[in-house]
């Protein structure tokens, strides 16, 4: 469960990390 939950985390930053650096 507790991976489950890293995976999702760890996702949303690099989803935010690649807009920042697209921006």
Known sequence: D???ADSG???K???EVS????N
């Not at 807009?19 to 697209?22: E, L």
């Open 19 to 22: 807009q920042c650096v697209q």
């Open 13 to 15: 930053v690099l989803a």
């Open 2 to 4: 507790n991976s489950t």
């Open 9 to 11: 985390l760890d996702k």
